[in-house]
Every structure is written in C-alpha cells, then in structure tokens.
C-alpha cells in the first residue's frame, strides 16, 4: 500500500517538474520565440520520456508560454508588446492586492529580509548591474506573492509573469528604467515594511503604469 502510494507521487510530480524545467529554459532564452519543440529533442535533453515531455509542453501551452501547431507539434509562443501591456494591465489589480495583503501580514522577520532587499536593489543600481537588479526584481516580487498568502492571486500571477517574462527582462536594461524603476520598488517595500496597505496598493499601481508606458515606447 505505503509502495505504490510512493510511486504514485512520483508519477503525478515527473510531469509537474519537467515543465517548470522547460519553462525555465525558454524564459531563460534557451529557446527563442517561434523555436520548435521537438519532443525527442527535449526528451534527451532533459532525460523524460516523450509521453512525459508531451504532457509537460501541453501544461505549458495552457499557460500560454507554448502554442501548439496542428501536425507540426509545438513551438514557443512569442507575446507581442500590445499582449506584454495587457498583461500588466491585468496585473495591476492583482498585484496591487498582493501588497495590500502583504503590508497586512508582515511579520519583524520578513521585514529585516525586505530591508535587506530593499539595500541590494540600490547596491544594484548604483553599481549598474543591470541583470542582478532584474533578479532583485523578480525575488521582490515573488516575496510580495508569498507574504500575501493569496493563493488565488500567486497562481493567476505566475501565469500572467511567465508570459510576459521576456518582455520584463528586457525592460531593466531599457535606457534610464532602472534609476527610474528602483524608487518606484523601494517605495513598494517602505510601503509593506510600514504595514500601510493603502500607500503598498498605490506604489504597486504607480510601478506597473510606469511599466505600461515604456512598453508603449517599445511598439
């Protein structure tokens, strides 16, 4: 009984575990917008089964980081700049939640890890480091989703995230966004460190306007 319980979690976790390895490599730019899928390809590379790897790329097609093509199998799926801006436009009520409920829940202890965090984004900034503050970014928000405990709004907004992923990489080394984008993340932490959900929810919606406006320059 305790044996094919084991073997059952294995089974159902296999699939769950190579999609979020293959998400990582496309969002990683591993594969290029428009590449083909080749599931023996992938099936070498990451050491699955086919059926494995077919199960894993029709998760991913869901979540819209895949499009599948008839008799032609599956490619990476490219997000224009006007789908990116409706993308954080969706974002903007979610997120905007999040750190509502973020500033409501904080503890002391995450507060000093949201100092510190706050401290290696300007670290970054100043220093130039482009691609460490593009992960700062990414660590703040993830931080934001978990001291939330909305568990509706993290899974919708990964989703959204990983979609838009390529686009928001490309946005830190943007001319000027980073100087611009940092003050606009420090005042996100103040806000959630103060335990203030209202300043938390404005800082969250000024940032993401900031976002739409230089994707607006990009089309």
Known sequence: MTSTSVTDDLDTAGPADLAQRIRTAILGGDFAPHQRLIEADLSERFSETRAAVRTALL????????????????????????????????????????????????????????????????????SGDLVEYSRLNQELDRRVRELSGHATAMQLLERLRAQSARHQFRLAFH??????????????????ISRDPDAAEVATRAHLAGIVRVLRTTT
Not at 175 to 192: F, K, L, N, V, Y
């Open 59 to 126: 998760t991913l097609a869901g979540e819209g980081l895949v499009e599948r093509l008839p008799n032609r199998g599956a490619r990476v799926r490219a997000i224009t700049v006007d789908e990116a801006i409706e993308i954080v436009e969706v974002r903007v009520g979610l997120e905007s939640l999040c750190a509502r409920k973020a500033a409501e829940n904080i503890e002391d202890d995450d507060i000093a890890v949201l100092r510190e965090l706050r401290g290696d984004i300007e670290d970054a900034v100043r």
């Open 175 to 192: 001319p000027g966004r980073a100087t611009q984008s940092a003050p606009e993340h420090i005042a996100i932490i103040d806000a959630i």
